[in-house]
């Protein structure tokens, strides 16, 4: 743990910056603009931070909404304020790039309860001029949507021609297809499900324990003593990273390869490549991201039940929409199988949507959405072009 104790001292220099003031674009609501949340509170003021790419057309109709998944944030296609390191998306968006920027105008905001700039845990609570921490109410993939309409109003963008994520951001394009699907043209679900199961939710919990367990968590209230949970949320992290991988793919990469040396040192070191690299996710999680965000945004994955909202019956929720969908599922994602995609392409089916559905064969495993995975670019530029050219947005 000697790298963490290293890092840990330079964590709040940029990060806990971004928080308030982050070097994205910015929305702030007033007193008179609450977001009126799940949990039954009222949240303001508040902010939304993003970042966007291209140019809004004249006729306002060649936006794209990025959703992020949990551990992902705004900074899509441009180098990171904090970590220096690139967009987490630069193999899908940007200039010639499947989710072109010469011819769509990309937004993505930080999602709600995140700590890159958007109104979060980590934020300052105006009312005691110190970190939220738990005082934050609980937030759900529902209110982030919100909180993302709200933002699109603010830039006068009425309808979307696309909404595109992965993971917890493929929850959030369902849901702005079932809450807003007059103001989607187009939906991009990837590598997701209309509600968390109880394995995802158990492995979840693992990583909040571990965070709370962390002596340095203090009920939530690090930032007020002057410490940070970092051994705990880099244990949150390893376990969770394992999930978002698949055995073929950690076999290839590592298998029991050992760590700058031929034989087993007998001890606890990290003899084995797998173990180095897993500790170094850890590590550099804890630079970019806050302890308390990682409880509630996989909390709001955990309450994520499409269905339910609609009397149990999931194809309600897609009840005459106009929206087409593109739904993608990877063969080796045992975290969001293909089984969850099929149910949703079902669902949609029953609605009477316009669906079309892939499932890509890989080993890559859960992140293979955020990897260079050439059918996966293909089809999602074939799908936008189709849907482009029915919407009437030129090509470049």
């Not at 293979?368 to 072009?385: M, N, R, T, Y």
Request: proline share 5%; with cysteine.
């Amino acid at each position: 743990m000697a790298e963490l104790k290293a890092v840990a001292g330079r964590i709040a220099v940029g990060r806990e910056r971004e928080a308030d003031q982050p070097r994205s674009l910015l929305a702030v609501f007033g007193r008179d603009q609450p977001l009126r949340l799940d949990a039954g509170v009222e949240l303001s003021p508040f902010q939304v931070a993003y970042q966007a790419y291209g140019t809004l057309n004249a006729q306002r109709s060649n936006a794209v909404l990025i959703c992020h998944a949990l551990t992902g944030d705004q900074h899509v296609c441009n180098r990171h304020p904090v970590t220096g390191k690139p967009g987490w998306w630069e193999t899908m968006v940007g200039p010639g790039k499947p989710i072109d920027t010469n011819r769509y105008y990309v937004v993505c905001p930080n999602v709600l309860g995140a700590c890159m700039g958007t109104t979060g845990p980590a934020s300052t609570d105006p009312r005691t001029g110190m970190p939220w921490g738990l005082d934050f109410p609980v937030i759900t993939i529902r209110d982030m949507v919100r909180a993302q309409a709200m933002l699109l109003d603010r830039l006068g963008i009425d309808t979307l021609f696309a909404v595109a994520g992965g993971s917890m951001g493929g929850m959030q394009v369902l849901q702005w297809a079932a809450s807003f699907p007059q103001r989607v043209f187009a939906a991009l679900p990837i590598a997701c499900a209309t509600r968390h199961s109880a394995q995802n939710i158990a492995f979840h919990e693992v990583g909040r324990q571990a965070v709370m367990a962390d002596p340095d968590w203090r009920g939530g209230r690090y930032f007020a003593e002057g410490v940070r949970p970092h051994r705990g949320l880099a244990v949150a992290r390893m376990g969770a990273h394992i999930t978002y991988l698949s055995d073929a793919a950690l076999h290839r990469k590592f298998g029991r390869k050992f760590q700058d040396r031929d034989n087993p040192t007998f001890s606890f070191d990290a003899d084995f490549e797998v173990e180095s690299y897993l500790r170094h996710q850890g590590s550099s999680f804890v630079e970019r991201f806050d302890a308390n965000s990682y409880l509630y945004l996989t909390r709001a994955m955990d309450y994520f039940d499409l269905a339910a909202d609609y009397g149990g019956m999931l194809a309600n929720a897609f009840k005459a929409t106009k929206t087409r969908f593109c739904v993608i599922s990877f063969t080796s994602d045992w975290l969001f199988p293909t089984s969850e995609s099929r149910a949703i392409v079902h669902a949609l089916n029953a609605a009477g949507a316009r669906v079309s559905f892939a499932e890509i064969a890989t080993d890559k495993g859960h992140d293979a959405f955020l990897l260079d995975e050439p059918e996966l670019f293909q089809i999602v530029a074939g799908f936008l072009d189709s849907a482009a050219t029915a919407r009437g947005i030129a090509k470049v």
